[in-house]
C-alpha cells in the first residue's frame, strides 16, 4: 500500500536552456538521502524533478542522468522565465497530482509528496515561500546539511507534552546569520488531539554551492511525464516587458587576488576599510567583505559604505564563491559561512589580533596583529619590493 | 490626496550597528544586550512607500506583528513615510510564530483592518535577525495579491491602475537580470535593499519637504496614529496563529562544529618589519611574479 506522502520532489531552475548549478547539487543531495531511506524503510520512493520550461525536454534527459527517478515536465511558452504566480499555481497543482505521480510510481493513496526542495537564490526563496502558503505546509530556509531521521518529540504544542515518535522526518540545519549556530528545523504535523493537522511536504529552501551533484550518469533510465498545466488570464496578468543582462560592477571570477575584511575593522572603519582598499589596488585586487558587514554595522562615509559595505562584495555562502590565486582575510575570524565561499582559493593570508580564531586553519600564513598595525607595514614592503618584481599579466 | 492606499509591513529587530550589538565570546549575537530598532529592510520598505506618498499622494498604513515594545519600530517607520496610520497586531498568542502563522496574522491584519482596499502592500527583502525572506512572499499569496520580489523601482500607472518595476535577479554561475514587468493593483512588493527613491520634478522635492516635516511632527506624537489589535480584535483563527499554527519548529540549536584545519598556517609576528617583507614577497610570488635580478 503506498502512503498519503511519499517521494522527494526537487523544483528545477534553469537559465538559457541550462540547469542553474544548485539545480544539479539539489539533485545530488535529493539522491543521496532518498538511497538511504530507501534502504532502511525497505521502500521506493523516487526522486522526482519538476521542470517549468518552454522546449526543455533535452534538459530533463539530463536531470535524470544526474539522479532523478521521474521528471515531470511542464511546457508551455509563458514558462520562458520564472513569474511567481503562475509557477506557484501550476507547482501546487503538480504536487498534488496523483494521477502524476502514478506515473512513476503506485501512488493510489498519494495526496502530496512527502519532501520537496527549492534552491534558496532570487527565484527559489519567494516561490518555495508562496508554494508552501498555498499547500499549507513548512518551510525551512537557507538549508546546508539535511538528515532523515525518526525522532521521538515532546512539545508543548505539537504533541501536547507527550512523547510521539515522528518517522522519517527530515532534519533540516541552517546557519544562522552569525554564522556560528546551526538551527534545525522540523516541519512536524500537530498530533496533539486539540488542534490535530497534518503538514506536508516538508519542504526548504537549500543554498547553493553547499552540495555536490552526483556524477553525471549517460545509463541512468528514469521517466519523464508531461503535464499540460491549468491556468487562465488572471494567472498571467504579470507580464515581463524586458530582461536586461547586467554583470556585476564586483568581478571576482577574473581577478588573481582578493582582499576581504570583516569586523576587525571596527576601531576605525573608515580609515580601514580606506586601508584595505589601498593594499587591493596594490595587489590589483578585488575588495571583498564578510556576511556581518553587507549589514552596515559601522558608521562610515556614505561613499565608503555604498561601495564596499554591499551585497554585492559578500563572499561565503550567502555570498559568492571565490577562488583567487591569493586571498587576504582581514579581521575576518572566519566563521563558516565565510570559509565556505573562500576555501578554494590559491594562497590565503590571515590577518587578526587573536591566533584563536578559526581563520588560522584555514590560511597559509597567519600574521599575528592588529590590521591598522599590520597593514601599512605591508603596504610600504608591497611597494619597495614592487619595482624589482614584474607580475605577469 | 489620491486614492492609492498602501500598507507596509516592518520588524522590529536586533540593532547590528557597532555600540548597540552584542555578541556573546564564542560570536554568537547577545540578545539579551542588544538593542532593537527597525530593522534596515523594514527601512528600505518604508521609504520605497514614502515615494508614492510624495509622488501619488497615496494613504500609509504601517504595521507590524510583535510585542508592545514594536511600537517604537512603527514609530520609526513613520519618520521615514509619514505613515496615516500605525497599527499593531500584539497578542501573547502570536509569540514563537514561524512565517506560515506570521503570515497569516498580517494577511488577516491588512484584509481586516484595512477593509481589504489596499493596493499595494510593501515588506523588505528579509530580516536581519530570521533571514528568511518567506513572510513577505507568504502573506502576499495569502492575501491573493500578485507578489513581485527584489524590486529596485517601481512607478504606478494611476490612471490603468498599473505597477510598472524593475528587479534584479541573480542567478549562481549566471549573471545578474534586471527584469521590467508589469501588473495590476493590487501587488505585493518586496522591496531590494538597493532600491533608492529619486525625486526629480520640483513639485516632487516640494511635495518631499512637506511631508518629511509632516512626518517628523506626527512621529513625535506617534501614539496619536496607533491602534493596538489582539488577537480577538483581529479576528484571526487561534489554531493558526502563534505556536499551534506554525507548521515547523526549532529541534535544536548547536554551535556549528569547528571544521577540522584545511591549512596548516605559518604564523608571523605582524610587528616584524623583517616577516612581513618575506610576505610581501611570498604574495607577489603566488601572483605569478618574477624577480629580476
Not at chain 1, 515531470?72 to 504536487?95: H, M, W
Not at chain 1, 512523547?163 to 549556530?181: C, I, N, Q, W
Not at chain 1, 568581478?251 to 576581504?260: E, L, N, T, W, Y
Not at chain 2, 608571523?268 to 612581513?276: F, K, L
Request: charged share 25%.
Amino acid at each position: 500500500m503506498s502512503a498519503k506522502y511519499e517521494h522527494l520532489y526537487v523544483v528545477i531552475e534553469h537559465e538559457d536552456g541550462k540547469p542553474v548549478p544548485v539545480s544539479l547539487e539539489m539533485l545530488g543531495e535529493a539522491r543521496r538521502l532518498m538511497n538511504g531511506f530507501n534502504k532502511k524503510y525497505s521502500a521506493n520512493e523516487k526522486v522526482v524533478a519538476l521542470v517549468l520550461g518552454n522546449n526543455m525536454r533535452r534538459l530533463c534527459e539530463e536531470l535524470i542522468f544526474y539522479g532523478a527517478d521521474a521528471v515531470i515536465y511542464v511546457d508551455s511558452p509563458e514558462f520562458q522565465y520564472s513569474r511567481n504566480l503562475v509557477d506557484t499555481k501550476v507547482i501546487s497543482q503538480v504536487a498534488t497530482n496523483k494521477e502524476l505521480a502514478k506515473k512513476f510510481s503506485d501512488a493510489s493513496n498519494f495526496i502530496k509528496p512527502r519532501y520537496m526542495f527549492f534552491a534558496a537564490d532570487n527565484i527559489g526563496r519567494q516561490l518555495s515561500s508562496t508554494v508552501l502558503a498555498d499547500l499549507e505546509s513548512g518551510l525551512a530556509s537557507d538549508i546546508n546539511k539535511l538528515v532523515i531521521e525518526d525522532l521521538e518529540i515532546k512539545h508543548e504544542h505539537k504533541t501536547k507534552g507527550q512523547a510521539v515518535k515522528y518517522e522519517k522526518t527530515l532534519e533540516m540545519y541552517r546557519p544562522d546569520f552569525s554564522g556560528f549556530l546551526w538551527t534545525t528545523i522540523l516541519c512536524l504535523d500537530n498530533r496533539n488531539p486539540a488542534i490535530e493537522r497534518e503538514y506536508h511536504p516538508q519542504a526548504c529552501s537549500i543554498i547553493p554551492g553547499v552540495f555536490l551533484p552526483i556524477e553525471r550518469d549517460t545509463s541512468r533510465r528514469g521517466v519523464i511525464t508531461d503535464y499540460i498545466p491549468k491556468f487562465d488570464e488572471r494567472d498571467l496578468r504579470v507580464k515581463v516587458l524586458d530582461r536586461k543582462i547586467v554583470k556585476s560592477a564586483v568581478d571576482f571570477d577574473s581577478c588573481k587576488a582578493i582582499v576581504s575584511f570583516g569586523r576587525g575593522i571596527k576601531d576605525s572603519s573608515e580609515q580601514n576599510i580606506k586601508m584595505v582598499a589601498d593594499l587591493a589596488q596594490a595587489l590589483e585586487a578585488e575588495v571583498g567583505v564578510s556576511l556581518p558587514i553587507s549589514k552596515k554595522p559601522f558608521a562610515v562615509s556614505e561613499g565608503v559604505s555604498s561601495t564596499y559595505m554591499i551585497p554585492d562584495r559578500v563572499i561565503g555562502t550567502s555570498g559568492r564563491k571565490v577562488a583567487p590565486l591569493l586571498y587576504i582575510a582581514a579581521g575576518i575570524s572566519g566563521a563558516m559561512q565565510h570559509i565556505a565561499g573562500m576555501k578554494e582559493s590559491g594562497f590565503v593570508v590571515a590577518i587578526n589580533p587573536d591566533e584563536n580564531s578559526p581563520i588560522k586553519d584555514e590560511c597559509d600564513i597567519f600574521i599575528k596583529g592588529r590590521m591598522e598595525d599590520v597593514i601599512p607595514l605591508l603596504l610600504e614592503e608591497l611597494r619597495k619590493q614592487k619595482p624589482a618584481i614584474e607580475v605577469k599579466k | 490626496m489620491s486614492d492609492l492606499k498602501i500598507a507596509v509591513i516592518v520588524k522590529l529587530e536586533p540593532d547590528f550597528s557597532e555600540g548597540n550589538v552584542s555578541y556573546n565570546a564564542d560570536g554568537t549575537l547577545n540578545r539579551a544586550e542588544t538593542k532593537s530598532i527597525l530593522g534596515p529592510h523594514s527601512a528600505v520598505a518604508s521609504s520605497a512607500a514614502f515615494y508614492a506618498k510624495v509622488k501619488y499622494g497615496a494613504r500609509i498604513a504601517v504595521t507590524t506583528m510583535g510585542p508592545p515594545i514594536a511600537d517604537t519600530a512603527l514609530q520609526q517607520a513613520q519618520l521615514l513615510c509619514d505613515a496615516d496610520e500605525l497599527h499593531l497586531y500584539s497578542d501573547r498568542m502570536f509569540a514563537g510564530a514561524d512565517t506560515l502563522a506570521t503570515a497569516e496574522v498580517l494577511k488577516t491584519g491588512i484584509s481586516k483592518v484595512e477593509g481589504g482596499k489596499m493596493d499595494i502592500v510593501f515588506s523588505g527583502h528579509r530580516a536581519s535577525d530570521g533571514e528568511t525572506g518567506q513572510t513577505g512572499p507568504q502573506t502576499a499569496w495569502k492575501l491573493g495579491f500578485t507578489f513581485l520580489g527584489n524590486v529596485i523601482d517601481y512607478n504606478v500607472d494611476m490612471q490603468n491602475r498599473v505597477v510598472r518595476a524593475r528587479r534584479m535577479i541573480s542567478l549562481q554561475g549566471f549573471y545578474d537580470v534586471i527584469e521590467e514587468v508589469e501588473a495590476p493593483l493590487p501587488v505585493f512588493i518586496a522591496i531590494d535593499p538597493s532600491y533608492k527613491a529619486s525625486f526629480n520634478t520640483v513639485s516632487q522635492r516640494l511635495a518631499f519637504e512637506k511631508y518629511q516635516k509632516e512626518a517628523k511632527e506626527r512621529a513625535q506624537n506617534y501614539k496619536q496614529y496607533l491602534k493596538i489589535f489582539n488577537a480577538q480584535q483581529l479576528g484571526v483563527d487561534p489554531k493558526l496563529v502563534g505556536l499551534p499554527g506554525s507548521p515547523t519548529i526549532v529541534y535544536k540549536v548547536e554551535r556549528i562544529p569547528k571544521a577540522k584545519a584545511s591549512r596548516k598556517a605559518e604564523v608571523v609576528d605582524g610587528s616584524s618589519r623583517d616577516q612581513i617583507a618575506k610576505v610581501a614577497a611570498k604574495m607577489y610570488e603566488v601572483l605569478g611574479g618574477m624577480v629580476i635580478k
